[in-house]
T-cell receptor
Framework: DVKVTQSSRYLVKRTGEKVFLECVQD?????MFWYRQDPGLGLRLIYF???????EKGDIPEGYSVSREKKERFSLILESASTNQTSMYLC??????????????FGEGSRLTVL | AQSVAQPEDQVNVAEGNPLTVKCTYS??????LFWYVQYPNRGLQFLLK??????LVKGSYGFEAEFNKSQTSFHLKKPSALVSDSALYFC???????????FGTGTRLTVIP
């Protein structure tokens, strides 16, 4: 069974802290994504990566960075957490090339609260 | 610019009745279209997709969706709703040549026993 695993389901952090959200997929997918989900706004793309050490900004990259040192792992980093980054964060992956029919495979989500 | 609209924040339907969750999109080219479902405190689960071919696509849990190119719509349907269908539903599009999906704001479906 295919799987995208997000390391933390629930986190509570304080303003100014550095936060790491980890995502691992076991499907050997080239593409990985980080979205944030907020009520009334749906899912918005923060960053995505189509290969190791490659990254592309999504629609709302401000305040975030990412790291992809290995194919299976894609990390989202909040350098200095702020209260407006309180949200549900969703990691997803997809294959590249002819295998890519567009479907994304999602993790269970990480709910971050910044106090 | 790409956009996906789900005009209803909330849809209520009685158990056993047919349900429709609406989605319209504004994307250039021939996009791929998707529906995902999210249960409380869970990630998104894929329901169905349209890439090409028959305008009526069937997916998981008895759901289906109808692609209408002239109306740029992709409404989700089910002939007979179950209480267990209560969840948050997202419509998404992948523009031609893109890797990522653009999502609507979601529609909360409540099936009343």
């Amino acid at each position: 069974d295919v799987k995208v695993t997000q390391s933390s389901r629930y986190l509570v952090k304080r303003t100014g802290e550095k936060v790491f959200l980890e995502c691992v997929q076991d499907m050997d997918h080239e593409n990985m994504f980080w979205y944030r989900q907020d009520p009334g706004l749906g899912l918005r793309l923060i960053y995505f990566s189509y290969d190791v050490k490659m990254k592309e900004k999504g629609d709302i990259p401000e305040g975030y960075s990412v790291s992809r040192e290995k194919k299976e792992r894609f990390s989202l980093i909040l350098e200095s957490a702020s209260t407006n980054q309180t949200s549900m964060y969703l990691c997803a992956s997809s294959p590249a090339g002819t295998e890519n029919t567009g479907e994304l495979f999602f993790g269970e989500g990480s709910r971050l609260t910044v106090l | 610019a790409q956009s996906v609209a789900q005009p209803e924040d909330q849809v209520n339907v009685a158990e056993g009745n047919p349900l429709t969750v609406k989605c319209t999109y504004s994307v250039s080219g021939n996009p791929y279209l998707f529906w995902y479902v999210q249960y409380p405190n869970r990630g998104l689960q894929f329901l169905l997709k349209y890439i090409t071919g028959d305008n009526l696509v069937k997916g998981s849990y008895g759901f289906e969706a109808e692609f209408n190119k002239s109306q740029t719509s992709f409404h989700l349907k089910k002939p007979s709703a179950l209480v267990s269908d209560s969840a948050l539903y997202f419509c998404a599009v992948r523009p031609t040549g893109a890797n990522n999906l653009f999502f609507g704001t979601g529609t909360r479906l409540t099936v009343i026993p």
